[in-house]
């Protein structure tokens, strides 16, 4: 199965907001409210910002937002800060007891 | 606070094996399931296998079924993978996690798995 569909990069500057994209198909983002980003920051380890499509973890600010329509589910940052710098990686289930990830989003913070 | 620390991982020539191994602490470890999360040097994040609470459902990614066997050992709070045939394409990070609300809440720090002659 390929992985979730994500573009390379993005880009804000402090202060703005941006939306990353993950594009599935009905068998894992559109089948399932089960879609998690994860944030890793260079040569550290991921660590999930949402869950179950909108849910943030405990300690994760709402600048992080999550939603889905369709086969495709966005994480939007707000108020961008310079820390937010970093790769974001989607996540869906797929059925079968299986997960699927995207190829991941470089955010670079101008 | 949660801990997975991993271990095993290194150097293997290619059709070798490697075991690793995940101890778990500050979770009731017997109530999660756990999978193996791994990242090859400077690519994205592939979900490898998952396991259920009391060892008895195993999941894997079809690449690695068939040579790849995770288990766990709820006595130790331990979670292992063990791998063999190994391919230069598994060369990788390999991450332990918790799989918890339907996401990966808590990870380890990796062990680098390099596979080469």
Known sequence: QSALTQPPSASGSPGQSVTISCTGTSSDVGGYNYVSWYQQHPGKVPKVIIYEVSKRPSG?????????SGNTASLTVSGLQAD??????????????????????????? | EVQLVE???????????????????????SWYWMSWVRQAPGKGLEWVAKINPDGSETYYVDSVK????????????????????????DTAVYYCVRDNNHSFDYWGQGTLVTVSS
């Open chain 2, 66 to 89: 068939g040579r790849f066997t995770i288990s766990r050992d709820n006595a130790k709070n331990s979670v292992f993978l063990q791998m063999n045939s190994l391919r230069a394409e």
């Open chain 1, 84 to 110: 937010d710098e970093a790769d974001y990686y989607c996540s869906s289930f797929v059925g079968s007891k299986n997960w699927l990830f995207g190829g991941g989003t470089r955010l670079t913070v101008l």
């Open chain 2, 7 to 29: 271990s095993g991982g290194g150097l293997v020539q290619p059709g070798g094996s490697l075991r690793l191994s995940c101890a778990a602490s500050g979770i009731t470890f």
């Open chain 1, 60 to 68: 994760v600010p709402d600048r992080f937002s999550g939603s889905k």
